[in-house]
Each structure stands twice: as structure tokens, then as C-alpha cells.
């Protein structure tokens, strides 16, 4: 199901956009980067740490190609990266509240209101393109994409230093 789902997806729009007389064949080759993002997903072996630092790196050489490009790859690279966040917020949110204890609850509803970040982030990127050009605009995409991995590596030794194996954690089935 994680390697059929996604195909059928894609394929999903591809087929009702084509239906709707658009012009798909340009993405038909995107198929390319779901497949590696399919392989990235097996890699990280559903571990939060893993899943955040192979999809942020995933997602960082995307946005450097994208800004290195032209075109169609480009377009590729860039619709890529905000592919890679779509795995993301749940292990962003599993490192984030392992080990709080009673603070659990409220920790997580902070986490929650912090999805603002998702709001602030593209006027900023858009005022970005009205200065430097929207291809150019790319570049704040790749500064978060470096602080997710920071963030990743970061948390991780911190609960090692706890005692907390988060892998472990993960592997069981609970917080």
C-alpha cells in the first residue's frame, strides 16, 4: 500500500486533469520523484528522526537544484521539496512531545497553535519574490528545510542525553 497508494494518487490527478482537457504529459515524468520519495520513506524506517533528516536533506538538495535550474526541472525540484513536508509534521510532532511527562497535553497543543508558522511562511516567501523574483524566493524554503534537519539532530541527542531512545520509543508504538 505505501509504494500503490501514491502511484494511484498521481495518477488520480494526472487522469482527471487530462479529462478536464489540461495538458499533463509535462508531469507525467514527476512519477521520477514520487518513486524517490517512496524509496526516502523505506530508508527512514518509520523512526521520527530518521523520517525528519532523510526528508529534510530530500528536500534541501531538491530546493538546491530547483534553485540551480530552469524549467522543467525546476518545477520538479521546487514541487518536490513541498512534497517532502507532507511526511514531516508527524514526526516533527513525535520528537517534540516524547518525554514531557504530564506536560504532555499541553505540549502538544502548543505544537498545535504552532502550525501558524505554516501561515506566516508564504507571505514572507512572496514579499521575497516581489524583491528577488519568485524563483529566487526558494532560498527561504531551503533555510527551513536546514532547520528541520537541525532540528532533528538537535532533539535527537537531547533525549539520548535523557535516556530517551526515541527510535525505541517509535518502534513500540507509543510516547
Given at each position: 500500500?505505501?509504494?500503490i ?7 488520480v490527478?494526472?487522469g ?6 489540461f495538458?499533463m504529459?509535462h508531469?507525467y ?12 520513506f ?14 529534510g ?5 531538491a530546493?538546491?537544484?530547483g ?25 516533527i ?5 516524547v ?45 527551513g528545510f536546514?532547520?528541520?534537519v ?26
Amino acid at each position: 500500500m505505501l509504494i500503490i497508494v501514491p502511484l494511484i494518487a498521481f495518477s488520480v490527478i494526472i487522469g482527471v486533469n487530462t479529462l478536464a482537457g489540461f495538458e499533463m504529459s509535462h508531469l507525467y515524468y514527476y512519477v521520477i520523484c514520487i518513486i524517490l520519495q517512496i524509496i526516502a520513506f523505506f530508508i527512514s524506517k518509520e523512526k521520527p528522526a530518521r523520517t525528519l533528516i532523510t526528508f529534510g536533506l530530500f528536500a534541501i538538495i531538491a530546493m538546491l537544484i530547483g534553485l540551480c535550474s530552469s524549467g522543467t526541472v525546476a518545477i520538479y525540484a521546487f514541487l518536490s521539496g513541498g512534497l517532502a513536508c507532507s511526511i514531516m509534521w508527524s514526526s516533527i510532532f513525535s520528537l517534540s512531545i516524547v518525554g514531557l511527562g504530564k506536560y504532555t497535553a499541553q505540549g502538544s497543543a502548543f505544537l498545535v497553535m504552532m502550525i501558524l508558522g505554516g501561515g506566516v511562511l508564504p507571505p514572507i516567501q512572496g514579499k521575497l519574490a516581489d524583491i528577488i523574483g519568485i524563483h529566487n524566493s526558494y532560498i527561504l524554503p531551503l533555510v527551513g528545510f536546514c532547520y528541520i534537519v537541525f532540528f532533528a539532530i538537535f532533539v535527537k541527542g537531547i533525549l539520548t542525553k535523557q535516556g530517551i531512545n526515541i527510535d525505541e520509543i517509535e518502534a513500540e508504538g507509543g510516547h
